[in-house]
């Protein structure tokens, strides 16, 4: 069982610089999101989707963008790296809104 | 509004104590109140979850204890382990937001 499959494990950026955040479930779960994780301020939503086709902006959407073309893969864009995205990102995924979320391991991004 | 305050922040307990961990909230439209545990380098599992139509709710050494009218909502560790050293999340709800708000988290060190 993969669950939620998060990838890179690791990266490190140079400011301005842009990358793509992968992750990919195997649940069919409708529902998936990414957070960022910094110390003393817990789990931020970033982005969601609802559905293939369906994503909305979360509590810290600034910076980010975010597709979902297939149920499975929702992947994270960052458009021009900043040392305030240092930060560790997990995506979680559900069967609906109001289920438990299964996280992946997370990326942990350091941007220089 | 949306926020869910947790503490403390940090919590140490001898090995067979009891570990509390409180969190409170103010929307009264929160409906689904989880709790996440977190080890190091992993992304954070569902440990146990309430919904507000029951005051506790109990799986194995884990209990959580829901107050609707002082909106407040408590994990209690049981004979706590160092296994169960971890970081741990309260998280709520409101349907039909499609958005988890998390507490910032309560790093738990277990003595042996």
């Known amino acids: 069982n993969a669950g939620v499959t998060q990838t890179p494990k690791f990266q490190v950026l140079k400011t301005g610089q842009s990358m793509t955040l992968q992750c990919a479930q195997d649940?069919?779960?409708?529902?998936m999101s990414w957070y960022r994780q910094d110390p003393g301020m817990g789990l931020r939503l970033i982005h969601y989707s609802v559905g293939a086709g369906i994503t909305d902006q979360g509590e810290v959407p600034n910076g980010y963008n975010v597709s979902r073309s297939t149920t499975e893969d929702f992947p994270l864009r960052l458009l021009s790296a900043a040392p305030s995205q240092t930060s560790v990102y997990f995506c979680?995924?559900?069967?609906?809104?109001?289920?438990?979320?299964?996280f992946g391991d997370g990326t942990r991004l350091s941007i220089l | 509004q949306q926020q869910v305050k947790q503490s403390p922040q940090s919590l140490i307990v001898q090995k067979g104590g009891i570990s509390i961990i409180n969190c409170a909230y103010e929307?009264?439209?929160?409906?689904?109140f989880p709790w996440y545990q977190q080890f190091p380098g992993k992304g954070p599992a569902l440990l146990i979850a309430i919904r507000p139509d029951v005051s506790e709710k109990k799986e194995g050494r884990f209990t959580i204890s829901f107050n609707k009218s002082a909106k407040q909502f408590s994990l209690h560790i049981m004979d706590s382990q160092p296994g169960d050293s971890a970081t741990y999340f309260c998280?709520?709800?409101?349907?039909?937001?499609?958005?988890?708000?998390f507490g910032t988290g309560t790093r738990l060190k277990v003595l042996a």
């Open positions: 649940m069919n779960h409708e529902y």
């Open positions: 998280a709520a709800w409101a349907s039909g937001t499609y958005k988890y708000i």
């Open positions: 979680a995924s559900s069967n609906d809104h109001n289920q438990p979320q299964h």
């Open positions: 929307n009264t439209a929160f409906d689904y």
